[in-house]
């Protein structure tokens, strides 16, 4: 039997007994009595010192451990248990929302389960039973017919949908009840956790079915393309100069109008932070910055190029018929019912006219600075530095990293009734 069989069958048997480990008294006590009631036998230690204490003296199914406690927090607690018994399960319990770092560290460490608190009893229960093999596969969800919930659809960018082989169903007493080929991938539901803001309730699909769904409702790309299609093409007797005094014509077909909104539109729902259009040697490639790097998106042909940029040039009342100099300028376009500003920017290539188009969510730009993902106590010396009555801060980082919502977060942190506050961009 190979060794990673040989770990899942260990893992598999039936739990019996629980260690909590967890600062909290009362916490405990209430999980304690709701486990004991179900059967379990339960033990508790206020931390992670003592945890080890009690696993070398006594054996343990399943460890649940804070991720937050004094002294020894819980991924240190958690690597120090998978030494002394790496065959033990163990489960992350955090009521912070804000701690991916921990999380993700608790993932690599090989943590079995992430609860977040205030707990659902119901979740934890059917976890611990699902993890023990003491409860069957979640049920196999019919995707055709299903009734999706564009709400849902909203909150889960197409690329991280593909990349985990999921789909967003419906949102459920404060719950995202998602779709997945793989139930058990504790890495995607972290991911659709922090990018949601909400907990993951998963159930099983087909991953074929998934895929065909992905198609079906996030069909920005293809919407794009039959618009593109309608497109009419010029003639092949038509020099380029001609092409581009045409284009303003061209530019009010409605297609070319649609195909820019759906454009914009799929880079908001992506959370991209660049749309670059780039016409190559045979085609025109359209890029999303998504998280500071570019993703191919879609690949257009040639003949579209012109009336594209045209298009774009009149949102951002451009001058059309400059294609040689630098341009920039910016327009607004309503998404979702939010405000979204786009700032543009085109040069010139070897192969034409290229565009930059900046995407300003203005929903997501302002946000408190315990809001942007800091540990305890990074936050804690980065406020101690913004408040110290002299010196400089300098933020790096590449694009879409959030320099700017950091800087602004900490603006937000001075008093301005003290301070004169001038900034200079």
């Known amino acids: 039997m190979s ?99 921990f999380v993700s560290e608790a993932l690599w460490a090989g943590v079995d389960g992430i609860l977040y608190k205030p707990f659902d009893v119901g979740a934890v229960i059917e976890m611990i039973e699902r993890k023990s093999g003491t409860r069957v596969d979640l049920p196999l969800v019919d995707l055709k017919g299903y009734e999706v919930s564009q709400a849902a659809l909203d909150l889960v960018p197409e690329d991280l949908a593909r990349k985990h082989t999921l789909l967003p169903l419906r949102v459920e007493d404060g719950y995202l009840v998602v779709a997945m080929a793989d139930p058990t991938n504790l890495y995607a539901i972290e991911d659709l956790r922090v990018r949601t803001g909400l907990n993951v309730r998963p159930v099983r699909a087909m991953s074929e079915d998934i895929e065909r769904a992905i198609v079906r409702y996030y069909q920005a790309e293809l919407e794009i393309e039959r618009q593109i299609e309608r497109i009419t093409p010029l003639t092949t007797d038509v020099d380029f100069d001609t092409a581009e005094r045409l284009s303003a014509d061209i530019v009010a077909q409605t297609p070319i109008a649609r195909a820019v909104q759906l454009m914009i539109h799929q880079a908001v729902r992506d959370q991209a932070s660049d749309i670059h259009i780039e016409p190559q040697e045979k085609h025109l490639r359209i890029r999303y910055r998504i998280d500071g790097v570019l993703h191919d998106t879609m690949s257009l042909p040639l003949r579209v190029h012109a009336p594209l940029l045209s298009r774009i040039k009149v949102l951002a009342n451009m001058n059309i018929a400059e294609r040689r100099r630098p341009q920039d300028g910016q327009f607004t376009v309503e998404v979702g019912g939010r405000p979204v500003d786009i700032r543009v920017a085109t040069i010139n290539s070897i192969h034409g006219e290229m565009a930059v188009l900046r995407v300003l969510d203005k929903s997501v730009s302002v946000r408190a600075l315990d809001e942007l993902g800091f540990l305890p106590d990074m936050q804690e010396a980065y406020q101690k530095v913004i408040h110290a009555p002299w010196g400089i801060v300098l933020v790096s980082g590449p694009t879409g990293s959030g320099k700017t919502s950091t800087l602004y977060a900490s603006l937000n942190q001075l008093d301005r009734d003290e301070n004169k506050i001038i900034t200079i961009e």
Do not use: W
């Open 3 to 101: 060794e990673t069989a040989q770990t899942t069958e260990l893992k598999q048997r039936a739990i019996k007994n629980i260690l909590i480990v967890d600062d909290d008294p009362e916490m405990c006590e209430t999980l304690g009595d709701i486990l004991e009631d179900r059967g379990y036998s339960v033990s508790v230690a206020q931390d992670g010192k003592t945890a080890l204490e009690a696993l070398r003296r006594d054996h343990f199914d399943l460890v649940m451990i804070d991720i937050m406690m004094p002294g020894m927090n819980g991924v240190e607690t958690l690597n120090q248990i998978k030494a002394i018994n790496p065959y033990v399960m163990t489960l992350i319990m955090t009521g912070h929302s804000k701690l991916e770092g």
